[in-house]
């Protein structure tokens, strides 16, 4: 309990409810925080927050790459069996009819081929170039436009070129896929 300072009288003779000097507000504990030190503890929160955002951002889209790789790979699959069941290289129209997905950011996965209906052994091939160096003998590639959801692969007649931007290509090799079909 918070000692009470005595009343004091005045010269007159009334009495004085509460006459606090020095010594009886020392008494008193203090019960509230300054300005300055609610605006240290605003600011380190903030900091701690802007950290821990831009660390769970960087999660977010390293886990949404991995489900890109993934996905990129289940498609491939999806198209693969479809040459081991026909000897050619997938259409287009299969590719949409049956293994065309959005990525994590909801765009669509693009497929490029070197020939829709050909045998895979009389297929001409490109080379895809990606950040991890060049790919020769690719008969497919499948493509997500990454983050910004923008494709910028320029293709040549013998170069797919996905090394600039944010792209996330996979290459099917020609080779490959004639060993699945005389497996």
């Known amino acids: 309990m918070v000692p009470q300072p005595e009343p004091t009288l005045l010269l007159d003779g009334s009495k004085l409810l509460y006459n606090f000097s ?5 008494n ?5 925080f300054t300005l300055i030190e609610l605006a240290l503890v605003i600011t380190i929160m903030g900091l701690l927050l802007s950290f821990g955002l831009v660390a769970w951002m960087s999660m ?7 489900a890109v790789k993934t996905t990129l790979t289940s498609v491939s699959d ?3 069996n479809y040459v081991i069941h026909s000897g050619t290289i997938p259409p287009q129209a299969y590719f949409t009819r049956h293994c065309a997905v959005l990525d994590p950011w909801g765009n ?3 497929y490029y081929n070197t020939g829709d209906n050909q045998e895979v052994s ?8 990606d950040e991890t160096g060049d790919h020769p003998d690719t008969a497919w590639i499948l ?6 959801g923008t494709i910028t692969i320029s ?3 013998t170069l797919w070129d996905c090394s600039g931007g944010d792209d996330l290509c996979r290459a099917t090799s020609k080779s490959i896929l004639i060993y699945e079909i005389n497996k």
């Open 108 to 110: 669509s996965i693009i």
């Open 155 to 157: 293709s040549t007649t």
């Open 28 to 32: 008193h504990q203090q019960r509230g």
């Open 143 to 148: 493509a997500s436009g990454g983050p910004d």
């Open 60 to 66: 977010k889209t390293s886990q949404q790459i991995s």
């Open 78 to 80: 999806c198209l693969s």
């Open 122 to 129: 009389a297929v001409t091939t490109k080379t895809l170039r």
């Open 22 to 26: 020095v010594t009886d507000t020392q």
